[in-house]
């Protein structure tokens, strides 16, 4: 498909698409940590996304080649990946659904705020400043709003989710900043999940037991994982980058906090208290301004 200069209907459908299965990814890593340990899994998942990333580019003729001087930023995308996950699945272990999502999908946020000081041409306008501060106030009434109404939220789970948000924006920087930037979606998202499968799975073994109370969905939810969700889910996620505008594309980020709040009180049944949904309004509102395009002059 050749690039387009704006969203147009399969790009909007696409990434609203995109954003559901983002919600429905939280969901299933809550449910796999009730059978295996947590970062266990998550090392589980970047090995299988492995395998079916090379079979994928076996499938379309595309080399495993190590791109000259791609190394050190490689392995520090692939660390920033594995810190991300272990807080992740650790976060949703021991933290509803609801709560990880406003925390983990405020990432557009450290992005924003780290880009306007190392990423040339990502200086922060008015409007983004404005948003900014509104979504840094969803994430403090978050962190407020522990034991109050329905929301039994732990301190460190809070803090896992927002680490976890912070390693991803560094993963969007290096991926915009560093040599990576030259090489093909597939080898960036190689690179993520060789070095993360090793990383976790050396480290599962600090966090506990490995297998808790393993059933058939356990296995189905993180085969869902790696075969949807990393293997085609991010690979169809760096396509539609390479085809639409960036900025139309993160336009639609705010749908992701909004679908994993959504799946997280409709399949798990979770409580939703006012705090909550104040801290998701202020996010939301946040993301917008954020990702709202400049005008032309």
Same mark, same amino acid.
């Given at each position: 498909?050749?690039?387009?200069? $704006?969203?147009?209907?399969?790009?909007?459908?696409?990434?609203?698409?995109?954003?559901?299965?983002?919600?429905?990814?939280?969901?299933?890593?809550?449910?796999?940590?009730?059978?295996?340990?947590?970062?266990?899994?998550?090392?589980?998942?970047?090995?299988?996304?492995?395998?079916?990333?090379?079979?994928?580019?076996?499938?379309?003729?595309?080399?495993? #080649?190590?791109?000259?001087?791609?190394?050190?930023?490689?392995?520090?995308?692939?660390?920033?990946?594995?810190?991300?996950?272990?807080?992740?699945?650790?976060?949703?272990?021991?933290?509803?659904?609801?709560?990880?999502?406003?925390?983990?999908?405020?990432?557009?946020?450290?992005?924003?705020?780290?880009?306007?000081?190392?990423?040339?041409?990502?200086?922060? $306008?008015?409007? #983004?400043?404005?948003?900014?501060?509104?979504?840094?106030?969803?994430?403090?009434?978050?962190?407020?709003?522990?034991?109050?109404?329905?929301?039994?939220?732990?301190?460190?789970?809070?803090?896992?989710?927002?680490?976890?948000?912070?390693?991803?924006?560094?993963?969007?920087?290096?991926? #915009?900043?560093?040599?990576?930037?030259?090489?093909?979606?597939?080898?960036?998202?190689?690179?993520?999940?060789?070095?993360?499968?090793?990383?976790?799975?050396?480290?599962?073994?600090?966090?506990?037991?490995?297998?808790?109370?393993?059933?058939?969905?356990?296995?189905?939810?993180?085969?869902?994982?790696?075969?949807?969700?990393?293997?085609?889910?991010?690979?169809?996620?760096?396509?539609?980058?390479?085809?639409?505008?960036?900025?139309?594309?993160?336009?639609?980020?705010?749908?992701?906090?909004?679908?994993?709040?959504?799946?997280?009180?409709?399949?798990?049944?979770?409580?939703?208290?006012?705090?909550?949904?104040?801290?998701?309004?202020?996010?939301?509102?946040?993301?917008?301004?954020?990702?709202?395009?400049?005008?032309?002059?």
């Amino acid at each position: 498909m050749p690039p387009r200069e $704006s969203i147009d209907a399969f790009g909007a459908v696409a990434l609203v698409g995109f954003a559901l299965l983002m919600g429905l990814n939280q969901v299933a890593i809550k449910i796999v940590g009730d059978g295996l340990q947590p970062v266990f899994a998550a090392g589980l998942r970047s090995l299988g996304a492995m395998i079916c990333i090379w079979l994928w580019m076996r499938f379309r003729g595309l080399p495993l #080649k190590v791109a000259p001087g791609t190394v050190k930023a490689g392995l520090a995308i692939g660390a920033l990946f594995a810190i991300e996950f272990l807080c992740l699945f650790i976060a949703l272990d021991i933290n509803n659904v609801t709560r990880v999502s406003v925390l983990m999908y405020s990432m557009p946020v450290w992005l924003t705020l780290i880009g306007h000081w190392v990423l040339p041409g990502e200086r922060m $306008s008015l409007s #983004k400043a404005v948003g900014l501060a509104l979504a840094f106030a969803g994430v403090i009434v978050a962190f407020a709003s522990r034991g109050s109404d329905l929301v039994t939220g732990s301190f460190w789970g809070d803090l896992l989710a927002l680490g976890a948000a912070i390693s991803w924006a560094g993963i969007g920087l290096l991926a #915009k900043a560093s040599a990576l930037k030259t090489v093909r979606p597939e080898m960036q998202l190689m690179w993520q999940v060789a070095v993360s499968a090793a990383v976790l799975l050396a480290l599962a073994p600090f966090f506990g037991p490995l297998v808790r109370d393993l059933a058939p969905i356990h296995v189905g939810s993180l085969l869902f994982q790696i075969v949807v969700i990393v293997s085609a889910g991010y690979i169809f996620w760096l396509w539609l980058l390479s085809i639409y505008p960036a900025g139309g594309v993160s336009s639609f980020a705010f749908l992701m906090p909004l679908s994993g709040f959504g799946f997280g009180w409709l399949l798990l049944d979770e409580p939703l208290s006012a705090s909550l949904w104040l801290s998701l309004g202020l996010l939301l509102v946040g993301l917008v301004l954020i990702n709202r395009p400049r005008r032309a002059r």
